[in-house]
């Protein structure tokens, strides 16, 4: 495995508690949660347009987009929940609760999607040795929130 990429996706997860601890006091100073999740969604969709035109420069055309099976569409939808439930959640449980039972979350279901090999992805088998790193990272959580 090539340790630059998960240095980099270290990194990248280091952003996270960044992003929901702004836009938890977003929210708070807009005095609504939703609307703090609407402009961040804004914001972030303003920055990706930025990012496409200077590495890409071009969009692909409408027949392409309505080609795409619709499902796939749905991850803007998750995103959304996912956000609002930072939003939400974090003032309620603080950071690192609420991240760490993310990630739980996350982790659990990514086992079971690699084991299958799901939406095409590479198919990893579950192990005893993930498995013990799944109940680790439970118990993690069950001691930080204590």
Avoid at 32 to 48: D, E, Q, T, Y
Avoid at 94 to 103: F, S
Wanted: proline fraction near 2%.
């Amino acid at each position: 495995m090539n340790w630059m990429f998960i240095i980099v996706a270290v990194f990248v997860g280091a952003l996270v508690p960044f992003q929901g601890a702004l836009n938890a006091k977003l929210s708070a100073e807009l005095a609504h949660p939703l609307l703090a999740v609407c402009i961040s969604f804004l914001v972030g969709f303003i920055a990706c347009v930025v990012l496409l035109q200077i590495i890409q420069g071009d969009w692909v055309g409408i027949k392409t987009l309505w080609a795409i099976d619709k499902y796939l569409y749905f991850g803007g939808v998750l995103g959304v929940i996912f956000v609002t439930g930072m939003v939400f959640l974090m003032p309620k449980i603080g950071i690192a609760t609420m991240l760490t039972a993310t990630i739980v979350g996350q982790l659990l279901v990514s086992l079971v999607l690699d084991h299958y090999g799901a939406f095409g992805g590479l198919e990893i088998k579950v192990t005893l040795s993930k498995a013990i790193g799944a109940c680790l990272l439970i118990a993690g959580l069950y001691f930080i929130q204590r």
